[in-house]
Nanobody
Framework: QVQLVESGGGLVQPGGSLRLSCAASGFTLDDYAIGWFRQAPGKEREGVSYISSDGKTLYGDSVKGRFTISSDNAKNTVYLQMNSLKPEDTAVYYC?????????????????WGQGTQVTVSS
């Protein structure tokens, strides 16, 4: 049974940093791409960042240069380091996994989702 469990969300001031973690079980990162979507209030879900099983990364335009995705295959865990956070980064962040994640899947096409963790950027 595939499970994705996120942690690390919270409240942070603009310009601050947070690191999200996602522990995966039921599959290995050697076989799947893994990453993050987010959904802000009143908006559609959007892709944030993904990492393939061989370490290739992809970032959404709005987070390039500020967010960094990494994975620890031994721990079957993916991380999202978020720096220089802005109020518009406020959203629920979902860990996702799919073999074809870096192909630009629509949210409804992604196979596995975590429950989400809230990130709020506010002063």
């Amino acid at each position: 049974q595939v499970q994705l469990v996120e942690s690390g969300g919270g409240l942070v001031q603009p310009g601050g940093s947070l690191r999200l973690s996602c522990a995966a079980s039921g599959f290995t990162l050697d076989d799947y791409a893994i990453g993050w979507f987010r959904q802000a209030p009143g908006k559609e879900r959007e892709g944030v960042s993904y990492i393939s099983s061989d370490g290739k990364t992809l970032y959404g335009d709005s987070v390039k240069g500020r967010f960094t995705i990494s994975s620890d295959n031994a721990k079957n865990t993916v991380y999202l380091q978020m720096n220089s956070l802005k109020p518009e980064d406020t959203a629920v962040y979902y860990c996702v996994a799919d073999i074809d994640l870096l192909a630009g899947l629509e949210p409804y096409e992604v196979a596995y989702w975590g429950q989400g963790t809230q990130v709020t950027v506010s002063s």
